[in-house]
């Protein structure tokens, strides 16, 4: 079987790149998507639901860490039972790329596993930010990645996304960078880059680019913040939590529920530092997805939902008072 690694910081884009693939594989090949969420309360599983592929939720916590050996029981159960022919594999927005690695390496997957794929999910709105904050993390899922989507270009100028892509690429400078909207890709391109990248690998081609990694210097050391986290204890070191929370037969309204989003958004809501929030809510007769990535907040229509469910994460999370503020915005029982 493939397997396919999609990975990249909170609110990226991972999910909305997986539902574009299994749109274009899923009717094509036996595919199986595990999915590990950072909180309590999974909200991807329910995306990703019915469209091309079966689902498998992994419990809260890190697969690259805390959940080491049930990933391995896991990955092996898949391949026993259900025989797919690719594993779409969507970490938390914190799992380190390499430590998953390590799992693949051991001898009880060899002869199952055909091709492994890392597909690096980059933020171009926040990557810098991100980088000079944690430029160990950054740098070793860059180094690990086979190929890399700069997503969001649609909310940044061409110039920008350069000079993100430039940044990217002193770093690795063998690996394709594709520069994405809403996780879109030209899936000719999209193979074609792959393909290139295993290819250097395979053939151990490295490259230096000395220039590159100058403008890289020149630009964090414009900042204080360019310390060395160790991601796969990012929690800890960050002081990452999360609130979930799920509501049997709850109707929400709609404008309350953009007003506490828009809450969440502000930095003195007295709610705690919001990195990324996301949930499914019954609103009317009609189900509704609202997400907070990168300081923006998303509204769309979605199919049915068996249930409302939301998964905030952050830092310093005041949990009385976004639990009291959701309650605020219920309407009653569904009809």
């Not at 019915?50 to 049930?70: A, K, N, T, Y």
């Not at 914190?94 to 999910?121: M, P």
């Not at 991601?231 to 309204?253: I, K, N, P, W």
């Not at 990168?294 to 509204?299: C, D, F, K, M, N």
């Amino acid at each position: 079987m493939i397997v396919d690694i999609v990975f990249g910081f909170l609110g990226s884009g991972k999910t909305t790149f997986i539902i574009r693939a299994l749109r274009k594989w899923g009717t094509e090949e036996k595919i199986v998507i595990l999915v590990n969420e950072f909180g309590d309360v999974g909200i991807d599983g329910d995306l990703l639901s019915g469209r091309g592929g079966d689902v498998v939720e992994m419990p809260s916590g890190c697969i690259c860490c805390s959940l080491q050996s049930d990933f391995r029981s896991q990955m092996l159960e898949i391949s026993r039972a259900i025989k797919p022919e690719r594993v779409i594999i969507e970490p938390t927005g914190v799992a380190t790329i390499a430590q998953i690695h390590s799992i693949f390496e051991a001898q009880l997957f060899e002869g199952t596993i055909e091709k492994i794929n890392n597909i690096l999910i980059a933020d171009v709105t926040s990557f810098m930010n991100l980088y000079k904050a944690n430029r160990h993390f950054v740098e070793s899922q860059v180094e690990h990645a086979d190929l890399a989507l700069l997503n969001k270009c649609d909310r940044v100028d061409k110039n920008k996304a350069m000079i993100i892509q430039g940044a990217i690429l002193a770093i690795n400078p063998d690996l394709s960078v594709l520069m994405t909207e809403f996780g879109a890709v030209d899936w000719a391109e999209y193979h074609l880059a792959l393909s290139t990248a295993l290819g250097s690998k395979k053939n151990g081609h490295k490259t230096n680019s000395l220039d590159g990694q100058k403008v890289v210097e020149q630009f964090l050391s414009k900042t204080n913040h360019a310390g060395h986290h160790h991601f796969h204890e990012e929690e800890d070191a960050l002081g990452y939590e999360s609130f979930g929370c799920v509501y049997q037969d709850t109707a929400f309204d709609r404008n309350l529920l953009e007003t506490f989003f828009q809450q969440l958004n502000t930095a003195n809501s007295n709610m705690g530092e919001i990195v990324r929030a996301k949930g499914l809510f019954h609103v009317g007769a009609k189900a509704m997805l609202i997400e907070l990535a990168s300081g923006e907040i998303t509204i769309q229509s979605v199919g049915h939902v068996s249930r409302s469910k939301v998964s905030i994460i952050g830092a310093g999370l005041n949990r009385d008072v976004i639990s009291t503020s959701l309650q605020q915005c219920a309407t009653g029982k569904v009809i």
